[in-house]
């Protein structure tokens, strides 16, 4: 990946005479000696493709030329008898492509020398931060800190630039995308293979993460949903603990991240092997909806635009079922926007008002959810929208009725 292309591309956004500090993260501690498992800073990984704790990423933006310095924590050999290999400073400018690599011992010096000796008047942090109930992250504590102690200089945001450059995908992103594609599909096979009544809905997890790691991903994109009957009418569902029964539907919706980078799929299958009439006219109308917005998915639109397609195929085709009388009463069993961006999250960074252009990842997701008939279908595809429509990249992953239950018959 050209990580110096894409550190190039934020240096020409930055203001003159500025710096950003990107700080990869650290562990997050649980109790005793027990940490959560370690994510790096999307941006930073983005920008360096480092993933490892305790690192900083410094771009300075100057009258004189533009420079990039790397702080990594240097080897302690004690340490790696503990936790492994670090990073060697050989190791990270090979793989960032940045040739001034420092330890982090030596940031805070530096970054004093910088305040001191230029004419420095902005810094940017990442500041993204979900909604006003979550603690600051690691990078958004720095930039409180800094403009506490800095109150001459500007604080800005890094998060509208990278998320922008992230939301058009270059041809190694779109390989690993489809890589870990690849892997769901052959996992989603080891789940049709051995589905059938009396299975838990973890037991079906099970089958799916265990080949995922087995086929050499890092795991799951999002925990594995997993939803029976009537718990596939619940969007988010993840307790997993019921029995899939007879004549019901499993409806999946899962992932897988390889490098980073993640794919998200949605299948419901008959946990009997074959699809009741009723199922089969609702898995129809929600699988037309799902072919409808990649038949129209281009460059030029907006995710809400194909929302407003796909709810018109459901809406004519819950009117036929009897189900509504009004178009407005859709809500009631499609409550979701069709579409979101992906990459090195599974809801990756949108900018508002950012078009689709060639190079951008979308899902395609219609569902329909009806509960008096503990009916719930979600079909989801991975889409990539090219120069002229889009190109299906989980279109290997079997979705028409007829080959699910031909699959699950020969199984």
Request: net charge negative.
């Amino acid at each position: 990946m050209n990580f110096e292309a894409r550190r190039q591309s934020i240096l020409n956004q930055m203001a003159e005479n500025s710096l950003l500090i990107l700080y990869s993260g650290t562990p997050i501690h649980i109790s005793a000696d027990a940490y959560h498992h370690f994510e790096a800073n999307k941006h930073f990984y983005y920008l360096t493709g480092l993933r490892r704790e305790n690192m900083i990423l410094v771009l300075r933006k100057s009258e004189n030329g533009n420079q990039s310095m790397l702080y990594i924590e240097k080897s302690d050999p004690n340490a790696e008898r503990w936790t492994g290999k670090m990073v060697t400073v050989e190791e990270a400018k090979s793989i960032s492509g940045i040739d001034d690599v420092r330890f982090t011992a030596s940031f805070q010096a530096q970054l004093d020398y910088l305040l001191g000796s230029s004419t420095l008047s902005t810094c940017y942090f990442d500041c993204y931060r979900h909604q006003q109930s979550d603690l600051p992250d690691y990078n958004l504590a720095k930039a409180q800190q800094f403009a506490a102690e800095h109150p001459g200089i500007t604080v800005r945001n890094l998060w509208p630039m990278a998320a922008k450059l992230r939301m058009q995908k270059d041809e190694d992103e779109v390989a690993l995308t489809e890589h870990a594609i690849d892997i769901t599909d052959k996992a989603l096979q080891r789940v049709l293979t051995t589905l059938e009544p009396g299975m838990k809905e973890y037991q079906a997890q099970a089958n799916f993460e265990h080949m995922v790691h087995y086929l050499g991903a890092e795991g799951p994109s999002f925990p594995t949903i997993a939803g029976s009957g009537k718990n596939g009418c619940m969007l988010h569902y993840e307790t997993n603990r019921d029995t899939c029964q007879d004549g019901t539907l499993l409806l999946l919706d899962l992932g897988v991240r390889y490098q980073g980078y993640c794919s998200d799929i949605t299948r419901t299958y008959p946990v009997s092997g074959k699809f009741s009439e009723r199922q089969r006219k609702v898995y129809e109308i929600v699988l037309k909806a799902n072919k409808e917005v990649a038949a129209q998915a281009k460059p030029g639109m907006t995710t809400k635009e194909l929302n407003e397609i796909c709810k018109k195929v459901l809406t004519q085709g819950c009117m036929e079922l009897g189900l509504i009388d009004k178009e407005e009463d859709i809500g009631k069993y499609y409550m979701h926007g069709v579409s979101h961006h992906l990459g090195l999250d599974v809801h990756d960074v949108t900018v508002e008002g950012v078009k689709l252009a060639p190079g951008s990842i979308i899902t395609d997701e219609p569902g329909l959810y009806i509960d008096e008939w503990e009916i719930g279908i979600r079909i989801e595809d991975d889409l990539l929208i090219t120069e002229d429509g889009c190109r299906v990249l989980s279109a290997a992953i079997i979705k028409e009725p007829d080959e699910i239950e031909a699959f699950m018959a020969n199984r």
